[in-house]
């Protein structure tokens, strides 16, 4: 359980770092690594290598690949885990479907649950855009029948609010904007929500540190834990930190099509020369990328320590050439995180 004592907040045991190996990680995805790792350390919690691979058909041998070789270009050691692809076969979310449908039955319970046959086609031809009208909420469609997905009923739902220990105070309604959500696809697979927040529970996960960007996947999963009576979920420390940006202000996304840190040289050059954390730009020219060769993969870390040296406020002129981890974990130790009332939580 995590606790406040006079300002400092203890108990904090265990983070993770959950990407999806669907693209090629790139120094979005870095950054929150480091912040995820750098805020581990801090409180002394172990840091879970979560690799969210539910989703079979994005998945791609080289993407998992290059999970291991960015966490290692970047000195990072997850606790937990597996510690290669090979090993992925133990930690797949495909091990954990019981786990998933549990939850799933449990938001059963609640009564809010009901099947839909529609499909994406259908409801775009019918114009409803991005939010489902609740079509199928009243046509008794058997839970168990295949083909079909579950969604929620979101009527009447509260908003959630949490502390977040970035943000401050938050309130909201997370997917139930889009009115009655998946919660169960139609193949049978639970949606990304279910998997995360059935995972973050069964790891004891108390401390979820994700992009300002995923604020809302946040508000979901409040929802869907305080509907399952999942409490614990609750009690975590959510920290939401700011995205790294491209100089044209865009937020940094594989489907922005921004670049993967641990390809060719060149593209690892044009990653580093395209972003723009406040003031350090005149910083990337002179750092060298590492050539593309077996065992040294990946450009130097320096830069991705510095990007996140500035989002957590570090003055660039203070910081050393080429900082290292040490010099980035100072500067974790010198940020105010969490926020004195991280804790007062109301699910
Ligand atoms: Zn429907």
């Known amino acids: 359980m995590v606790q406040k004592n006079g300002g400092k907040i203890s ?81 797949s979310q495909h091990r954990r479907l019981k786990n998933y449908q549990q939850l799933l039955d449990q938001l059963v319970l ?50 959630v609010h949490w502390q977040d220990a970035w943000l401050g105070s938050q309130t909201g309604q997370g997917a139930a904007n889009e009115g009655d959500f998946v919660i169960r696809r139609k193949d049978g697979l639970p949606a990304y929500h279910v998997a995360s927040l059935s995972d973050d529970v069964q790891f004891g996960i108390n401390l979820i540190v994700r992009g300002q960007d995923l604020a809302g996947s946040t508000a979901t999963q409040l929802q869907l834990a305080r509907l399952a009576g999942l409490e614990a979920f609750g009690k975590a420390v959510f920290v939401h930190h700011p995205l790294l940006k491209s100089p044209d202000g865009q937020k940094l996304s ?10 060719t040289a060149s593209s690892n050059q044009a990653a580093e020369n395209r972003l ?36 957590l406020g570090a003055d660039p002129g203070q910081l050393p050439k080429e900082p290292t981890w040490a010099d980035l974990l100072e500067v974790f130790d010198a940020h105010d995180l969490p926020h004195p009332g991280a804790l007062h939580l109301s699910l």
């Open 110 to 159: 609640t009564g809010r649950v009901y099947a839909c046959r529609c499909s994406r086609n259908q409801l775009l031809q019918a114009g409803y855009g991005g939010r489902y009208p609740g079509i199928c909420r009243h046509k008794n469609l058997p839970l168990d029948q295949p083909g079909l997905s579950w969604r929620l009923n979101t009527e009447g739902l509260e908003p």
């Open 276 to 311: 723009s954390p406040a003031n350090s730009q005149s910083e990337t020219t002179n750092t060298p990328s590492a050539p593309h060769s077996p065992g040294n993969r990946g450009p130097s870390p320096t830069e991705h320590y510095r990007n996140v040296a500035v989002l």
């Open 254 to 263: 594989k489907s922005a099509g921004a670049a993967a840190i641990n390809r």
């Open 11 to 91: 108990g904090i045991g265990q983070t993770r770092f959950a990407p999806t190996p669907s693209g090629f990680l790139h120094a979005g995805n870095a950054a929150n690594a480091l912040i995820t790792f750098g805020l581990a350390a801090k409180f002394g919690a172990k840091v879970l290598l979560r690799i969210d691979d539910l989703d079979a058909t994005r998945v791609r041998p080289e993407y998992l690949q290059d999970i291991f070789e960015v966490l290692d270009g970047l000195q990072l050691h997850p606790d937990q885990g597996p510690k290669n692809p090979a090993e992925m076969a133990e930690w």
